[in-house]
């Protein structure tokens, strides 16, 4: 199964893009950050991850503002002219 939730602040946003077929696309950066356990021991975590969003989703989040924080849930992908996967957003939620 492919599912990623993320609790994550929107760090920055492209501007608004359009697929060849016309859908709406948005290319954004995500930032968490939190602590967790890992092998008993509290651990500080900090990641930046580039997402993705199309249709209504990418232009519900074009009206989200720069720093604002939300639960993210969708599935991670690597494009096919890239190295490094980016996170499909499918929902998300205060």
Do not use: C
């Not at 939730?5 to 948005?26: H, K």
């Not at 604002?68 to 998300?92: C, D, E, M, Y």
């Amino acid at each position: 199964m492919n599912q990623l939730v993320l609790s994550a602040r929107i760090a920055q946003a492209g501007a608004m893009r359009y697929t060849p077929a016309g859908l709406p696309a948005l290319d954004f950066s995500l930032e968490h950050e939190s602590e967790v356990t890992e092998a008993g021991q509290p651990r500080q975590v900090k990641v930046a991850i580039r997402a993705v969003a199309f249709g209504s989703m990418a232009e519900t989040l074009g009206k989200q503002s720069i720093g604002s924080n939300w639960q993210f849930t969708g599935f991670l992908a690597t494009p096919r002219n890239g190295k490094h996967p980016v996170f499909h957003i499918q929902s998300f939620q205060a």
